[in-house]
C-alpha cells in the first residue's frame, strides 16, 4: 500500500525548509566567521539546494517519476556549481567579495542572510512538488511526459550544457591570460553574450519551474495546490532579479566597463568594441548585435541603461585623465579618432 507523504509543520515544507536552511547557513558562517575563512561560502549555498531537495524527497516517501526528475535536475545543478566555486576559490586563495567584510560581524553576516533568502527562494518549485499538499491532493495525476516536463528539461538541459561550458572557458581562459592588464575573454560563448553563465543559470532554473508546475499547468490539480505551484515562479524569479539588478550585472558590467576605461588606449577601444557587438545576457551573434537600434537592445536584449557606463558619470576624473592622455602619446590621430568614435558611442548607448 503505498504511504502518505509525511506532513512537516505544514503542507508545503515552506517552514521545514526554512528551518533547515538557516540552520546550515548558519553553521557555516560561525566557521566562516570564527577563522576568517570564506572559501565555504559559495560550497554552503549549492550543497544547500541539494539537502532541501534530498530531504522533501525522502519526506515524500514515495515519490514519482517528476518529484525524482525535479529533484535530481536540482541537485545536479547545485552540486556542480559548489563544486566548481570550491575549486576556483582554492585555486584563486580568497573570494574578493568579502574583503573588508571578514572580520566585520554584520556586514559578513548580511551576506549569509541574503544567501538564506537565495536558496529557499529558489528551491520553491522542488519543495512544493514534493509537498504533501501536491502528492496528497486527490487528484489522478499523468505520469512524467507531458509537454511541460519536455519542455522543462529541454530548457535545463541547455542551460546547464551553457552554463557549465561558459563556466569553464572563462576559468581556463582566465589561466592562460590572467585577470589583470584588462584583458577580457571575447571568445567562445563569450562571443555571443557578456554574461553567458547568467543566461544559463536562469533558463535551467525556469526548466525546472516548468516540470514542477505540469501537474497544474496540464489541469491535473485544482484549488489551493494549483495556485501554490504556479505561486512557485517566485523561485526563479527571484534568482532572475538577484542576477540582473542585484549581484550579477550591476556589480560585474559598469566596473569593468571602467577599469578598462581607465587603461585607456588599445583597451579600452577593443572592449567599446565588444560592448556594442555582444548581447549583455541573451546570447545573439554579434555580426547582428552591432547592428540592433539601441531600442531593441535596451527592450528585448534587456540592456538596461543601468549597466551602462558613462565615463563623463562614471570615471573617476584623475585617472580618465590619465589614460586619455596615455592613450593621446601612444596613439595620436589615431587616438583622436577613437575618442570621436566612443562619444558617439554613448550617445547612442545613453
Avoid at 10 to 30: E, N
Avoid at 43 to 59: I, R, S, V
Avoid at 225 to 231: I, T, V
Wanted: net charge positive; hydrophobic share 45%.
Amino acid at each position: 500500500m503505498a504511504r502518505d507523504p509525511v506532513r512537516v509543520l505544514d503542507d508545503y515544507y515552506l517552514a521545514i525548509t526554512l528551518l533547515v536552511t538557516v540552520g546550515y547557513q548558519l553553521a557555516f558562517f560561525a566557521v566562516a566567521f570564527a577563522l576568517k575563512f570564506d572559501k565555504l561560502t559559495d560550497f554552503a549555498g549549492g550543497t544547500n539546494f541539494a539537502l532541501l531537495a534530498a530531504l522533501t524527497l525522502a519526506l515524500s516517501r514515495r515519490p514519482d517519476t517528476r518529484q525524482l526528475v525535479a529533484s535530481l535536475l536540482l541537485a545536479a545543478w547545485a552540486l556542480r556549481l559548489a563544486g566548481f566555486l570550491l575549486f576556483r576559490v582554492l585555486r584563486t586563495g580568497s573570494d574578493a567579495r568579502f574583503d573588508g567584510k571578514r572580520d566585520r560581524f554584520l556586514p559578513f553576516l548580511g551576506f549569509w542572510v541574503f544567501q538564506m533568502l537565495w536558496v529557499w527562494a529558489v528551491s520553491l518549485p522542488v519543495t512544493v512538488l514534493n509537498s504533501p499538499a501536491v502528492q496528497a491532493s486527490g487528484y489522478v495525476q499523468r505520469g512524467f511526459g507531458t509537454p511541460c516536463d519536455v519542455a522543462g528539461v529541454v530548457m535545463f538541459g541547455v542551460g546547464f550544457l551553457v552554463e557549465s561550458v561558459s563556466d569553464l572557458q572563462r576559468f581556463l581562459w582566465r589561466e592562460k591570460h590572467g585577470g589583470g592588464g584588462g584583458a577580457f575573454c571575447s571568445s567562445g560563448l563569450f562571443a555571443l553574450s557578456r554574461h553567458p553563465n547568467y543566461f544559463g543559470e536562469i533558463l535551467l532554473q525556469f526548466g525546472i519551474f516548468t516540470i514542477a508546475v505540469s501537474p497544474a499547468a496540464c489541469g491535473y490539480i485544482g484549488g489551493q495546490p494549483f495556485k501554490a505551484l504556479y505561486a512557485t515562479i517566485l523561485g526563479p524569479c527571484f534568482l532572475t532579479c538577484l542576477l540582473m539588478f542585484v549581484s550579477g550585472l550591476p556589480l560585474s558590467e559598469r566596473s569593468g566597463a571602467k577599469k578598462r576605461y581607465e587603461k585607456g588606449g588599445e583597451t579600452w577601444a577593443n572592449y567599446q568594441r565588444y560592448l556594442e557587438r555582444t548581447s549583455v545576457l541573451i546570447p545573439f551573434p554579434p555580426q547582428l548585435y552591432a547592428h540592433l537600434p539601441t531600442f531593441i537592445k535596451r527592450t528585448v536584449f534587456l540592456e538596461f541603461p543601468m549597466y551602462v557606463f558613462d565615463p563623463a558619470k562614471h570615471a573617476d576624473a584623475g585617472q580618465g585623465q590619465a589614460a586619455a592622455e596615455e592613450g593621446n602619446h601612444q596613439g595620436g590621430d589615431r587616438q583622436s579618432r577613437e575618442g570621436l568614435v566612443g562619444k558617439q558611442q554613448q550617445e547612442r548607448r545613453s
